[in-house]
């Protein structure tokens, strides 16, 4: 544990798109001079003392590939974290997870702009690939299905007047809607039932998505270009879809 200290600490999940973008922020120089480390793949219990489930560290670096323990406070957990951080913590316990880190994206005169496309991004596309694919029935699956694809299409109208998010630079917003477009056609259109259009039928968003795949650093993370070139397919997709998406049990259509 010598040499770490809570300043230089991310992470991550390998089945997260979210952690996704803390990993291409480092790629970008946002993010530097921090020890990365992942959680394991599939949820487990948190605490012997209640039933939450959560994201979990390895016990050992050889217990889980890819998984590690924490070196800096030896948890557990994500939960624990928070709980070292705050003990009056009541939300929820997350990833990527790191502490005091300056982000170079995300510059004083923008935020308050980053802050509201973050928003709806997060609310309609990062997380709503997830509640399509975790949809049990029809009426969810619909709603999600169109808050998706109004926030993708809004994506599509700023992009065709501008090169990024925020106008001429990249920013955290960016990075945010980047790390969902890049599994979009592969992994969430394919197992999480995001179907109705396709990546590569947006013209400004697939190029976008490409624009800021070429930028030096970024196809070297999250195991980009390993599988159909610029497009993620990881394998521990296989080993917990039906772990996390329930809903993939379940027969859904797309209204016409």
Known sequence: MKGYTNSNLLVISTVYNGSFRSDEMSATGALRELLQLSVKPIWERTKDSDEHMGWVFASSGTEEPGAEPDPVNGAKSIRELYEIASTNYSGKYTVPHCWNVAWDLYPPHLQSQINE???????????????????????PYDEAVQKLYQALNKCEEILSKQRYLCGDQVTEADIRLFVTLIRFDEVYAVHFKCNKKLLREYPNLFNYTKDIFQIPGMSSTGQHGTHQKALLWEPSYHQSFWNHSPGSKYRLFLST
């Open 117 to 139: 496309i973050n928003e709806w991004i997060y609310d309609g596309i990062n997380n709503g690939v997830y509640r399509c694919g975790f949809a049990k029935k029809q009426e």
